[in-house]
C-alpha cells in the first residue's frame, strides 16, 4: 500500500464545474504539497500546508492533519486547468517527499 | 524569465553512452534537486544538494552523479546508460531544504535510452 494516495485517478469535468482531488496519507507529516504537472511535463509547486487552509485564486488546498487528509478544490473550473495535480508528504521522520500517483484532470469546454 | 531551466528537454541516446542534464536556477536558492519520474508517474528524489551537503538517495544507482560548478547549477552525469534509465527527468531549487519552503520545478527532461 503506498504511503500517499489519491483519488480520483482520472477526473473528466465539464468547464465551470466545482472540483475536488483528495489526497490520504499513512505517515506522521509536517508538511503536505500540491504540485501540478501540464501536459508538456513542466511542474508548479502550488501549495505546501502545515494546517488549515489555503486559497490562491480559484484554488483552495485544505489539510486535516489528526484525519491525515488533503484536499485540493478547484472553484469555476477552466479547461487550461486540466492537468495533473500530485500531492507530496514530508513526513516527520526525513526532509525527502513522498510522492501520491497524480490525478489526472480534463476539463471540457 | 524561466526560473528553473534545464536542457536538454528531450535526449535520446544508446545504451552505454555518458550523457548530462543541465539545471540551472535564476532564483537565488541555496538547494538544488534531482528527480525520477517513473512510467507510473511517480517521482523519486535522486539527489539533494547545497553549498554545503549532498545527500543521495540510497537507491540510485552511482552511474549517476550530480556536480555543482555553482550555487545556481546542479548538473546531472550518467555513465554507462541502460534502458531502464529511460524516464523524465526533473531538477528543482528551494531557498531552504524541502519542503520548508516552496519548490520551484524545471520543465522536465525525458530521456529516451534505445
Known amino acids: 500500500k503506498n504511503e500517499v494516495e489519491q483519488s480520483p485517478q482520472n477526473l473528466t469535468a465539464q468547464e465551470g464545474e466545482f472540483i475536488t482531488i483528495n489526497c490520504s496519507y499513512s505517515v506522521g507529516i509536517s508538511a503536505l504539497h500540491w504540485l501540478q504537472q501540464h501536459p508538456g511535463g513542466g511542474i508548479v509547486s502550488l501549495f505546501m500546508l502545515s494546517s488549515g487552509k489555503k486559497k490562491h485564486g480559484r484554488l483552495i488546498a485544505t489539510i486535516n492533519i489528526q484525519e491525515k487528509h488533503s484536499s485540493l478544490h478547484i472553484t469555476a473550473s477552466h479547461p487550461r486547468d486540466s492537468a495533473v495535480y500530485i500531492c507530496a508528504v514530508e513526513p516527520d521522520s526525513n526532509y525527502q517527499l513522498i510522492w501520491g500517483a497524480g490525478t489526472k484532470l480534463i476539463i471540457k469546454p | 524569465d524561466t526560473a528553473v531551466s534545464q536542457t536538454p528537454k528531450y535526449l535520446v541516446t544508446q545504451m552505454g553512452n555518458d550523457k548530462s542534464i543541465k539545471c540551472e536556477q535564476n532564483?537565488?536558492?541555496?538547494?538544488m534537486y534531482w528527480y525520477k519520474q517513473d512510467s507510473k508517474k511517480f517521482l523519486k528524489i535522486m539527489f539533494s544538494y547545497n553549498n554545503k551537503e549532498l545527500i543521495i538517495n540510497e537507491t540510485v544507482p552511482n552511474r549517476f552523479s550530480p556536480k555543482s560548478p555553482d550555487k545556481a547549477h546542479l548538473n546531472l552525469h550518467i555513465n554507462s546508460l541502460e534502458l531502464g534509465d529511460s524516464a523524465v527527468y526533473f531538477c528543482a531549487s528551494s531557498q531552504e531544504g524541502l519542503p520548508r519552503s516552496e519548490a520551484f520545478f524545471g520543465q522536465g527532461t525525458r530521456l529516451t535510452v534505445v
Open positions: 532564483l537565488g536558492h541555496d538547494t
